[in-house]
């Protein structure tokens, strides 16, 4: 069997459908890689920084490493604009999309609204609102989020700032896509981790 027999989904049989699922879990199991080739792309996207968008996020999920942070924060600064080769103006939400089954909740929440927090930072000067994070401001996550603005985000425009490469972050995109989706124990619904971690941070920058 080479393909479905169908032609509309509604006539499908099982075997069409066991057929199917085999080749959804295999193409699933490749999600890290076009993810890390996704990110290469970053390179190609919008320019106008003193860095490239790749560098960026390398930027970010460096910071985020040398801070102690755990892999689904790391991996959640680095794939945080992902979607801006795709989807330029919700770009936090498209990439929350891709972490929200693999990472905390925390983590993707985070990811989801930075978007709004960056704000904090520019949009006074364009005639925006600066405190539209204030909407959140009774959330659970809303101090994590704007601890991740400050430390990992906003600061990482910086083309002096040495950060590693994508085959670094390569084995923790990998551990992360390979888990069980939407895993309960792995989404801690309702959880926060600290985004730093002192005593792992003098481990990893000793």
Same mark, same amino acid.
């Given at each position: 069997?080479? $393909?479905?027999?169908? $032609?509309?989904?509604?006539? *499908?049989?099982?075997?069409? +459908?066991?057929?199917?699922?085999?080749?959804?879990?295999?193409?699933?199991?490749?999600?890290?890689?076009?993810?890390? %080739?996704?990110?290469?792309?970053?390179?190609?996207?919008?320019? =106008?920084?003193?860095? $490239?968008?790749? =560098?960026?996020?390398?930027?970010?999920?460096?910071?985020?490493?040398?801070?102690?942070?755990?892999?689904?924060?790391?991996?959640?600064?680095?794939? /945080?604009?992902? %979607?801006?080769?795709?989807? @330029?103006?919700? /770009?936090?939400?498209?990439?929350?999309?891709?972490?929200?089954?693999?990472?905390?909740?925390?983590?993707?929440?985070?990811?989801?609204? /930075?978007?709004?927090?960056?704000?904090?930072?520019?949009?006074?000067?364009?005639? *925006?609102? @600066?405190?539209?994070?204030?909407?959140?401001?009774?959330?659970? +996550?809303?101090?994590?989020?704007?601890?991740?603005?400050?430390?990992?985000?906003?600061?990482?425009?910086?083309?002096? +700032?040495?950060?590693?490469?994508?085959?670094?972050?390569?084995?923790?995109?990998?551990?992360?896509?390979?888990?069980?989706?939407?895993?309960?124990?792995?989404?801690?619904?309702?959880?926060?981790?600290?985004?730093?971690?002192?005593?792992?941070? %003098?481990?990893?920058?000793?």
């Amino acid at each position: 069997m080479e $393909t479905v027999k169908f $032609t509309a989904m509604k006539d *499908g049989d099982r075997e069409d +459908y066991e057929f199917l699922t085999r080749h959804e879990i295999d193409y699933a199991s490749k999600t890290a890689e076009r993810l890390l %080739g996704a990110l290469v792309e970053l390179d190609e996207s919008m320019s =106008g920084y003193q860095i $490239t968008r790749l =560098g960026h996020s390398l930027q970010s999920a460096t910071r985020a490493w040398r801070d102690g942070a755990d892999t689904d924060w790391v991996v959640s600064a680095l794939l /945080h604009d992902i %979607g801006d080769i795709y989807a @330029p103006y919700n /770009h936090d939400e498209y990439a929350a999309a891709i972490l929200k089954p693999f990472v905390r909740e925390q983590c993707a929440w985070v990811v989801e609204k /930075h978007g709004d927090f960056q704000k904090l930072y520019y949009a006074h000067h364009l005639g *925006g609102n @600066p405190n539209s994070r204030d909407a959140y401001r009774d959330h659970l +996550y809303f101090d994590d989020c704007a601890t991740f603005c400050e430390r990992w985000d906003q600061s990482s425009f910086d083309p002096d +700032y040495p950060h590693e490469d994508i085959a670094f972050f390569r084995p923790l995109v990998e551990e992360v896509f390979a888990r069980k989706a939407y895993d309960p124990a792995v989404i801690r619904s309702g959880e926060r981790v600290p985004l730093t971690d002192p005593t792992i941070a %003098g481990e990893r920058n000793a």
